[in-house]
Structure formats: structure tokens, C-alpha cells
Nanobody
Framework: QVQLVESGGGLVQAGGSLRLSCAASGRTFSNYAMGWFRQAPGKEREFVAAISWSGGGISYADSVKGRFTISRDNAKNTVYLQMNSLKPEDTAVYYC?????????????????WGQGTQVTVSS
């Protein structure tokens, strides 16, 4: 089992920044690729970003490319999502997730473990 706890969400004005954190416990964190997904009201959960176990592989959704940065610190069992130039359309609940296979990173159904989510609200 891997337990994931997100933090760092909140209310921010358009153009602002937030940094989300996801702290992992349980099984060896460095064995897992990590992903961030988000879900806005009335919409399906969508892929935001993913990072391989080593950090050598990183992917972003086109909608966040150039604005968001995913990183991880395996010594701290934590993955981060730095979000800059936030837009109202970034408003959603953000979830981190863990999967053993980075190749499946775009598909939420592939992830084995999920956090409870953290709300991000961007006002215009």
C-alpha cells in the first residue's frame, strides 16, 4: 500500500502561483512513477503531469505546458507541482497518484494509488 496526501491548494488570483505537494508513505516511493490529475465540476478527471521514478521522464498536458512544473524528491518521498500563470480554467480538485509503470502515465485507470485531492480555485 502507498498512502498519498496532497497539500498546497487554495484560492489564488489569475496570474498567480501555487505549489502543490504530495507526500507518500508506505511502500518504496522511488519504485513508483507519479502523476497529477485534476477534476473540475461536471468534467472528467484529466491528466496534468507525470514524472518517472528517477525523474528522468516528464510529461505534461498541452494545457499546462510551459506553466506547470512537476518534480520529485525521493529522499523526502514527495512529488511537487509548481503552478505558475494560473488561469480560471485551472480551477479543479488536484489529485496525485502512483503507478509502477510510467508508460501508462496518461491514463487515470492505470494508477494504483490516489490521494484525497486538494482544491485549487483561480479567480478572474
Amino acid at each position: 500500500q502507498v498512502q498519498l496526501v496532497e497539500s498546497g491548494g487554495g484560492l489564488v488570483q489569475a496570474g498567480g502561483s501555487l505549489r502543490l505537494s504530495c507526500a507518500a508513505s508506505g511502500r518504496t516511493f522511488s519504485n513508483y512513477a507519479m502523476g497529477w490529475f485534476r477534476q473540475a465540476p461536471g468534467k472528467e478527471r484529466e491528466f496534468v503531469a507525470a514524472i518517472s521514478w528517477s525523474g528522468g521522464g516528464i510529461s505534461y498536458a498541452d494545457s499546462v505546458k510551459g506553466r506547470f512544473t512537476i518534480s520529485r524528491d525521493n529522499a523526502k518521498n514527495t512529488v511537487y507541482l509548481q503552478m505558475n500563470s494560473l488561469k480560471p480554467e485551472d480551477t479543479a480538485v488536484y489529485y496525485c497518484a502512483a503507478d509502477t509503470d510510467y508508460k501508462r502515465r496518461y491514463f487515470s485507470s492505470s494508477y494504483e494509488y490516489w490521494g484525497q485531492g486538494t482544491q485549487v480555485t483561480v479567480s478572474s
